[in-house]
C-alpha cells in the first residue's frame, strides 16, 4: 500500500513495524545501533517483545537515508531524550512535505519545547504530525485491541495516519490538537511515577484513584494554560493514556516508581528496568512549565523533590496530603 520509514528499533518502534507491515505497508526500520540491527536481521526477534516474530520482508538498516528515501510516511519511534538529535541528522535526506510522525512522549528539558516543536526546528520542510494514545508495544504486538489519536494542523495528514494505522486491532482517531496531546503525553509519564511510587509504599487502590484524578487535574491545568484544548485531556491521550500508564505493569515509569517507592534511588531505578524512563525527563521539565505559566502542579512538584532533591516518598505523600484545604475545582461556583 505504501512505503513506511520507522526510525528507531525499541519496543514501540517496532511494535508499530509490525503492525503496518499487517496492512500491507513496505517497511524500512533504522537505529544508529549496528547490533541492535544485526540481531533483528538474524533473529527477527526484540528481546523486549519475545512473542513477535517479525516478518522476512521488513528490512532493518544503519542507512538513515535508505530509511527515509521515497517514504510516503516517515515514524519517529526514539526515545525523546535522542529526538532532536535524530532529527539533526535526518535533515539532510528529508525532502520539502515530507509527513513524519512523531510516537515518542516527553518534553525536552532544556528547551521546554514540546517534541513536535523540536522536530520542527530540525527539519523545517516536514509536516510533523503525532500518534498517541493508551497503547503499550507489549498488547499491540499481540493485536489486543487498542485506540489511539493522530494530531496533525493539517486534516488531510490526520486522515492519512488513521488510514494507514487503522486495523482491526488498532483504532484510530484524529484530532487538530497536537499541543494539547502532546503535553497529555508527556506528563501523564511523571504521574505514573507518583502512582508507582504509591504502589512501592503500600498504598491502595484509593490512593491509586486519587492520584490519577487529582493528576490529570493538574496536566488539564497547566496544558489549557499552554494552549491545548481541555476535552483533549478527557481524550484517549489524556485521561485514556494516564490511567494505563499508572495501572499497568508494562509501564516502565510505573516500574519505576514501585523502586523508588521502595527505596531505590532514581538512577537506580532508571538501571533495574533498562529502559529510557521518560517521566524522569519530564518531570523538570513539566514543573519548569509550571512555574512559568503560574499554575500550582502540587503531585509533578512532590515527584521532583523525591527524585532530584533527596526526599523521601513517604514524607512526599504525607506533604501532599496535609497541604491546606481548597475546593476541588476552581471552575464551579458556589450557589447559596
Request: hydrophobic share 40%.
Amino acid at each position: 500500500m505504501a512505503a513506511i520509514g520507522v526510525i528507531g528499533s525499541g519496543s514501540w518502534g517496532i511494535a508499530l513495524a509490525s503492525l503496518l507491515n499487517h496492512q500491507g505497508n513496505s517497511i524500512t526500520v533504522w537505529s544508529a545501533i549496528e547490533s541492535e540491527i544485526k540481531e533483528l536481521n538474524c533473529a527477527r526477534r526484540l528481546k523486549t517483545l519475545p512473542d513477535l516474530k517479525l516478518p522476512e520482508d521488513i528490512i532493518f538498516t544503519t542507512d538513515l537515508e535508505k530509511a527515509m528515501e521515497q517514504k510516503e510516511l516517515l515514524v519517529m519511534a526514539v526515545p525523546s531524550i535522542y529526538v532532536r538529535q535524530t532529527a539533526k541528522r535526518m535533515n539532510s535526506f528529508c525532502r520539502n512535505g515530507q509527513i513524519l510522525v512523531n510516537v515518542a512522549k516527553g518534553i525536552e528539558d532544556k528547551t521546554l519545547k514540546t517534541l513536535s516543536s523540536v522536530i520542527g526546528e530540525e527539519l523545517p520542510m516536514a509536516d510533523v504530525a503525532v500518534l498517541s494514545g493508551p497503547s503499550h508495544a507489549e498488547e499491540v504486538s499481540r493485536g489486543l485491541p487498542t485506540t489511539c489519536v493522530a494530531g496533525a494542523k493539517n486534516k488531510k495528514t490526520a486522515e492519512l495516519i488513521q488510514e494507514r494505522f487503522m486495523s482491526p486491532s488498532f483504532r484510530v482517531y484524529t484530532s487538530f490538537d497536537v499541543q494539547g496531546i502532546e503535553i497529555g503525553g508527556a506528563l501523564k509519564n511523571v504521574i505514573a511515577l507518583a502512582a508507582g511510587i504509591a504502589d512501592g509504599l503500600g498504598y491502595g487502590d484509593n490512593t491509586k484513584a486519587a492520584l490519577i484524578t487529582r493528576g490529570i487535574y493538574e496536566i488539564t491545568r497547566l496544558g489549557t494554560a499552554m494552549g491545548g484544548k481541555r476535552e483533549t485531556f478527557g481524550g484517549l491521550s489524556g485521561i485514556g493514556d494516564l490511567i494505563v500508564t499508572c495501572a499497568s505493569m508494562h509501564s516502565r515509569n510505573r516500574r519505576a516508581g514501585i523502586l523508588i517507592g521502595k527505596g531505590y534511588s532514581m538512577k537506580e531505578a532508571m538501571e533495574e528496568v533498562q529502559m529510557v524512563v521518560e517521566g524522569v525527563y519530564s518531570a523538570k521539565a513539566g514543573l519548569a512549565l509550571a512555574e512559568k505559566h503560574q499554575i500550582p502542579v502540587p503531585i509533578i512538584e512532590e515527584v521532583n523533590q523525591v527524585l532530584f532533591a533527596g526526599k523521601s516518598a513517604r514524607a512526599a505523600v504525607n506533604d501532599l496530603m496535609l497541604r491546606d484545604p481548597t475546593e476541588e475545582s476552581t471552575q464551579i461556583e458556589w450557589g447559596l
